[in-house]
């Protein structure tokens, strides 16, 4: 297995509970008529960060320095 799916696995879970913490944690204060509309906002800041982070910025990463598919002995070839 590559080191880049190892790196996947250990570190998705971290980043999506702690956003899903962050975001359930706001629910009780977007209730609010003052504090409302910044929860809301936090809220769908987050949503939409954990989704860049984990889907377009290893994407870019990838296509940015050229890193191409695992070979069949799982070595990563780079450029």
């Known amino acids: 297995m590559g ?15 702690t956003a899903a913490a962050a975001v359930l944690a706001m629910i009780p204060l977007s209730r609010s008529v003052f504090w409302g509309p910044m929860a809301v906002a936090i ?26 598919a695992p070979a069949a002995g799982g070595a990563v070839l780079a450029r």
Do not use: N
Not at 3 to 17: G, K, Q, S, Y
Not at 44 to 61: D, E, M, Q, S
């Open 43 to 68: 809220m769908g800041g987050l949503v939409i960060a954990t989704a860049l982070t984990l889907l377009f910025l290893p994407a870019l990463y990838a296509a940015w320095f050229r890193v191409k």
């Open 3 to 17: 080191r880049h799916r190892r790196v996947r696995r250990t570190a998705l879970p971290p980043i999506i509970l």
